[in-house]
């Protein structure tokens, strides 16, 4: 297998000389072997395979993960009520929304609250408490839209009252330790701040001829599809590169949006939930798995989206490749057909590793 991760590293050496990437990191698992962990960077900037990077909504994937092994040891259900932990959760209207539904988006708790400030979203029980007052848009159960930021505190209240442990201590104690993970962080600790590589905007496009096209139906007024969109990454967060790169924000735990890991730590998270796991280490069963991906589409959709992780399979078998990426490109899934799991982690916000999957599956025979 040496032979992929000298293309890779000769991919991103180029990706680096070209100037399209400033620093980035890349690892695959094949069968639960490490195959790929190359990490490259532009002259002047040191990185190496244990740096860290901002990973955004990559984060996601891991907190379902957590989510998922708290119902395998029965601490709670994907259909059990929110509100059933967090009873507080339960006022206008809310009092029947489920955890499945956070988890695949569908709780009509996707807007922010309309007014704060870029560090109120490291208060975490003052967060809690005005998701809590909010009511429900649209109403739960009816239409799918990405809850980009609040999924982080619906689900980890949920866990805490559930469970005990917040969000940080859960993720650590029931992913990063069992599988001796160097880069997996929500809340990161100040003796780790060295290790972050800052987020970078994305370079402006290059002006280019515009073709004229016929125009979408704008959405009403009023309607979901006008008001969420806006309100579930409000303004007074973005630009999210300079959001991400505050110190209050970093140390605080928002697993929807703020995570700090490196590529070898995504994949080897994705490569612990298949196959045979590494090294003897599998987070969860097939039996949880599938009831993790088994989410049907909501009506005008072509797929579902399994509790917590897009899937990414063909049209076939649309389970077959599951997991979650990231504002800026950062990505990890996992192939359940190949056994191949993958981590993707950048600086410069853009595009995502397509051309990297690309040569990797070449390569190991797993198109």
């Known amino acids: 297998m040496s032979a992929v991760q000298d293309a890779v590293q000769q991919l991103l050496d180029h990706l680096i000389a070209s100037g399209t990437e400033t620093a980035l990191q890349v690892a695959v698992y094949h069968k639960g072997t490490l195959i790929v962990d190359a990490w490259a960077a532009a002259p002047g900037r040191t990185i190496t395979g244990t740096s860290l990077f901002p990973i955004f909504s990559t984060g996601k994937g891991i907190q379902a993960t957590a989510m998922h092994i708290l119902v395998q040891k029965g601490v709670l259900a994907l259909d059990d009520r929110v509100s059933r932990w967090w009873p507080e959760f339960a006022a206008h209207g809310k009092q029947d929304i489920t955890i ?5 988006h569908t709780a009509g708790m996707a807007m922010m609250p309309e007014h704060g ?7 975490w029980d003052g967060m809690c408490r005005k998701l809590a ?12 839209f990405y809850h980009a930021i609040t999924y982080a505190w619906l689900l980890g209240e949920t866990a805490r009252r559930a469970d005990g442990r917040d969000c940080s201590r859960l993720i ?18 100040a003796s780790e701040m060295h290790r972050v590589q800052d987020a970078e905007k994305s370079p402006p496009a290059p002006p280019s001829p515009t073709t004229p096209q016929a125009n979408a139906a704008a959405p009403q007024p009023g309607s979901p599809a006008a008001v969420i969109p806006a309100r579930s990454v409000p303004s007074w967060i973005g630009p999210l590169e300079d959001w991400i790169n505050m110190p209050a924000v970093r140390r605080a735990c928002i697993p929807a949006s703020n995570g700090f890991m490196n590529a070898r730590s995504i994949a080897r998270h994705y490569a612990a939930l298949i196959g045979a796991g590494v090294d003897g280490i599998r ?25 917590g992780y897009s899937l990414g399979g063909p049209d076939s078998d649309p389970t077959a490749s ?3 990426g990231g504002y800026g490109g950062s990505n990890g899934w996992a192939d359940r057909r190949h056994d ?17 999957v690309k040569v990797v599956r070449a390569l190991t025979g797993t198109a």
């Open 283 to 307: 987070l969860i069963s097939d039996e949880t798995l599938e009831a993790a991906l088994a989410d049907p589409p909501m009506p005008g959709e072509k797929r579902g989206y399994g509790p």
């Open 117 to 123: 400030s870029p560090t109120d979203v490291a208060d």
């Open 100 to 104: 499945r539904q956070v988890l695949n």
């Open 172 to 189: 650590q104690e029931e992913i990063a330790r069992p599988l001796g993970l160097d880069g997996m962080f929500f809340g990161l600790p």
């Open 340 to 356: 191949l799991a993958f981590g993707f982690a950048k600086a410069r916000m853009g595009a995502g590793g397509d051309e990297i």
């Open 133 to 144: 007052a909010m009511p429900p848009f649209p109403a739960p159960g009816t239409a799918r």
């Open 322 to 324: 599951f997991g979650h």
